[in-house]
């Protein structure tokens, strides 16, 4: 059974994008006012999808820091937990991109990104594709792209987007299965 954090990427984060793919179809093809629309819609896109990623690894690192905090074995270190696991944590003010990600999620004993590889070939791309997301939400959000890793342009196209959401949706699948696998190992229950 996956996490919550899980649960809720697959279905409200997954609805909340899918209304934003059928707003694009809506506006359709063509050039001038829709063209510019389309691009509007594509930027609402990079930083909706960056922001629901966001919400997600942070509540996979809840979900698993509260499972620890529930365990007997660690009833009397509960507040020192919480406190290690959660205070200042990146993902509350920052970009879910990898360096933040790792650095949360090292808290726990382990990197996340080498569990990851070691568990899906394809991570070292969808990490690749996680780094271009922010990379553009970063643009977006600021208005400013004149960022030498954005190739020199000023649109991104809905098949990136796409690219960057399914990469999202597999971490998330693998991040979940890693730590459900390290928390049953440590609180000798299944976490979820």
């Not at 999808?49 to 499972?67: K, Y």
């Not at 999202?168 to 609180?187: E, K, M, P, Q, R």
């Amino acid at each position: 059974m996956p996490s919550r954090a899980l649960r809720n990427w697959q279905t409200r984060s997954r609805k909340v994008l899918d209304e934003v793919e059928a707003a694009h179809a809506v506006v359709g093809g063509g050039r001038g006012a829709r063209s510019f629309a389309r691009q509007q819609i594509n930027q609402a896109y990079v930083v909706l999808l960056s922001s629901q990623f966001q919400r997600f690894c942070r509540d996979l690192h809840d979900e698993a820091a509260d499972f620890l905090f529930a365990q007997p074995a660690f009833a009397s270190l509960a507040p020192l937990l919480k406190a290690s696991l959660s205070q200042a944590r990146r993902l509350d003010s920052g970009n879910p991109n990898p360096g933040n990600i790792a650095s949360d999620f090292s808290r726990f004993g382990f990197d996340i990104w080498v569990l990851a590889r070691e568990r899906n070939a394809r991570t070292p791309a969808r990490r690749m594709r996680l780094e271009v997301l922010n990379r553009w939400r970063n643009a977006v959000a600021h208005q400013d792209f004149r960022s030498p890793h954005l190739g020199g342009r000023e649109t991104v196209r809905l098949a990136e987007v796409r690219e960057w959401r399914a990469a999202c949706g597999g971490l998330a699948v693998d991040f979940d299965g890693i730590l459900g696998v390290y928390l049953n190992a440590i609180g000798g229950a299944q976490p979820w």
